[in-house]
């Protein structure tokens, strides 16, 4: 087939802007490896401090001054104290979009149960005078770590990009509360409000050194809410004077696991978990009150309805069945709340073709199905339209981890279990830097 020579130009110029493009996007994939690589030694020098040094949410002062401190040595404006503990830090390179990119920080009140050398061994005392030990049982050590090598790497990488990034360290993930506050206490007054919000999450499921980004839903909504109830305190000797509401306790707990069951379309995917049971305190004292924690997760709104309206009708029966006056019939109390997290399939698969160019295609995973655990990091742009979120999962289990589960069914320890461990933590703290840099570059890339 021949080509007519008024063709034969445009085509040829198409051609030498493609190639370099490719070249283009090849140097950087490698300048964004030298920098990550570059910064290894310091960022596992830093995880395994945070990991030996964890604080639960809403206290993680400690962490956020090394955070605050490190983002402004680069150059960043930081911006402390907001939520309590939280940090943001604006990184402004001329014209173009306002991306965001979200780290936790808070550990988990439970003892760790590792081998590590840099285990943690710290207790603290909560407001009630009780001890609590505290461990990095979810990976936020590891999330901070890559916050940081995320913010030199583009920070040394302005030539590439334009538009403004804003850098978010975050407390009380695991209270569902962290996003929230930061959002209720002005974060949008100091930093400009993202088009995009990326945030990742390391699992022990796929090995150290991938990533995954999968399309739809992702994780679960979830709500944190405690049920009071309220009842006539009295002598263990005496019950028929009382109101007990250890046996109100008791049956609304048993009513509850019939809810998702009988309420629910059982094609929607629900889970109604009660964490802990507080009544009384001494062995012959029926107690005044007594209060139930409960944990929601849904993925849509009106089974999230559906289950708070069972909850509230099955526990206002049991009390008023018991003789509790219409006046003292149980309160409820939400607390941590978080939306769905969803990745476009537009942009999912996007992301997917920029990680398998810039980390090589074995490193790419195919994403685990959607799951029942949550994420609270999508509360940082719920009041705002259009704005786009993308959630990615990074290794941070042992080589063999997919062949070993795939032979026995069988995975390592997971996130909030006590033997809880990233293997490798320095080579899955720099693919991380790497491959969510890649995407804040290709957001930020100049039109």
């Given at each position: 087939m021949?080509?007519s020579l008024?063709?034969?130009?445009?085509?040829?110029?198409?051609l030498?802007?493609?190639?370099?493009g490719?070249?283009?996007a090849?140097?950087?994939n490698?300048?964004?490896?030298e920098?990550?690589?570059a910064?290894?030694?310091?960022?596992?020098s830093?995880f395994?401090?945070?990991?030996?040094?964890?604080e639960l949410g809403f206290?993680?002062?400690e962490?956020?001054?090394?955070?605050s401190?490190?983002?402004?040595?680069l150059?960043?404006?930081?911006?402390?104290?907001?939520?309590?503990?939280?940090?943001?830090?604006v990184?402004?390179?001329?014209?173009g979009?306002?991306v965001?990119?979200?780290s936790?920080m808070?550990?988990?009140?439970l003892?760790?149960?590792?081998?590590?050398?840099y285990?943690?061994?710290k207790q603290?005392t909560l407001?009630d005078?009780?001890?609590?030990h505290?461990a990095h049982?979810?990976?936020?050590?590891a999330?901070v770590?890559?916050?940081l090598?995320?913010?030199?790497?583009?920070r040394?990488?302005r030539?590439?990009w334009?538009g403004?990034?804003?850098?978010?360290?975050?407390?009380a993930?695991?209270?569902?509360?962290?996003a929230?506050?930061?959002?209720d206490?002005?974060?949008?007054?100091?930093?400009?409000?993202?088009?995009?919000?990326i945030?990742?999450?390391?699992?022990p499921?796929w090995p150290?050194?991938?990533?995954?980004?999968?399309?739809g839903?992702r994780?679960?909504?979830?709500?944190?809410?405690?049920?009071?109830l309220?009842?006539?305190?009295?002598?263990?000797s005496?019950p028929?004077?009382?109101?007990d509401p250890?046996v109100?306790?008791?049956?609304?707990?048993?009513?509850?696991?019939?809810?998702?069951s009988r309420?629910?379309d059982?094609?929607?995917?629900?889970?109604?978990t009660?964490?802990?049971?507080?009544?009384?305190?001494?062995?012959?004292?029926?107690?005044?009150t007594?209060?139930l924690?409960?944990?929601?997760?849904?993925?849509?709104k009106p089974?999230?309805?559906?289950m708070i309206?069972?909850?509230?009708r099955e526990?206002n029966?049991?009390?008023l069945?018991a003789?509790?006056?219409e006046?003292?019939?149980p309160e409820?109390t939400f607390?941590?709340?978080s939306?769905?997290?969803?990745n476009?399939?537009a942009?999912?698969?996007?992301a997917?073709g920029?990680?398998?160019e810039?980390?090589?295609k074995?490193?790419?995973?195919?994403g685990?199905?959607?799951?029942?655990g949550?994420?609270?990091f999508p509360m940082?742009v719920?009041?705002?339209?259009?704005?786009r979120?993308?959630?990615?999962?990074v290794?941070?289990?042992?080589?063999d981890?997919v062949?070993?589960?795939?032979?026995?069914?069988?995975?390592?320890?997971?996130?909030?279990?006590?033997k809880f461990?990233?293997?490798d933590p320095?080579r899955a703290?720099?693919?991380?830097v790497?491959a969510?840099?890649?995407?804040?570059?290709?957001?930020?890339?100049?039109?």
């Amino acid at each position: 087939m021949s080509v007519s020579l008024s063709w034969r130009k445009p085509l040829a110029a198409a051609l030498m802007l493609a190639a370099a493009g490719t070249q283009a996007a090849t140097g950087l994939n490698e300048r964004v490896a030298e920098l990550a690589e570059a910064q290894a030694d310091q960022l596992e020098s830093t995880f395994k401090h945070l990991h030996a040094h964890p604080e639960l949410g809403f206290q993680e002062t400690e962490t956020a001054k090394m955070v605050s401190k490190r983002l402004k040595k680069l150059g960043y404006q930081v911006h402390t104290g907001i939520g309590g503990t939280g940090v943001a830090a604006v990184l402004k390179n001329g014209d173009g979009p306002v991306v965001m990119f979200r780290s936790d920080m808070d550990g988990l009140p439970l003892k760790e149960d590792t081998d590590l050398d840099y285990a943690s061994s710290k207790q603290v005392t909560l407001d009630d005078g009780s001890k609590v030990h505290v461990a990095h049982a979810c990976g936020h050590d590891a999330h901070v770590s890559w916050l940081l090598g995320i913010a030199k790497v583009m920070r040394d990488t302005r030539d590439n990009w334009s538009g403004t990034l804003v850098l978010v360290a975050q407390p009380a993930e695991e209270l569902l509360e962290g996003a929230q506050a930061m959002v209720d206490d002005g974060l949008y007054d100091q930093v400009p409000k993202p088009e995009l919000l990326i945030s990742a999450h390391v699992f022990p499921a796929w090995p150290s050194g991938t990533v995954a980004v999968r399309a739809g839903r992702r994780m679960a909504g979830s709500d944190q809410l405690d049920v009071t109830l309220h009842g006539v305190g009295g002598h263990g000797s005496m019950p028929q004077a009382t109101i007990d509401p250890v046996v109100m306790g008791a049956r609304s707990v048993m009513a509850y696991q019939t809810i998702v069951s009988r309420n629910v379309d059982p094609q929607k995917p629900a889970v109604l978990t009660v964490g802990a049971s507080q009544i009384g305190e001494a062995n012959n004292v029926i107690s005044e009150t007594g209060v139930l924690k409960l944990n929601l997760r849904w993925y849509e709104k009106p089974v999230r309805d559906q289950m708070i309206e069972a909850i509230k009708r099955e526990t206002n029966g049991i009390a008023l069945a018991a003789g509790v006056a219409e006046d003292k019939l149980p309160e409820y109390t939400f607390k941590g709340y978080s939306e769905p997290v969803y990745n476009d399939e537009a942009l999912a698969k996007h992301a997917q073709g920029l990680l398998a160019e810039g980390l090589g295609k074995d490193a790419l995973m195919p994403g685990f199905p959607p799951v029942m655990g949550s994420e609270d990091f999508p509360m940082l742009v719920g009041g705002i339209e259009d704005t786009r979120t993308l959630f990615m999962e990074v290794g941070g289990g042992p080589a063999d981890v997919v062949k070993n589960y795939m032979a026995t069914g069988k995975l390592p320890p997971m996130n909030h279990n006590p033997k809880f461990e990233i293997i490798d933590p320095r080579r899955a703290i720099t693919t991380a830097v790497k491959a969510n840099s890649l995407l804040l570059l290709d957001a930020l890339a100049p039109q």
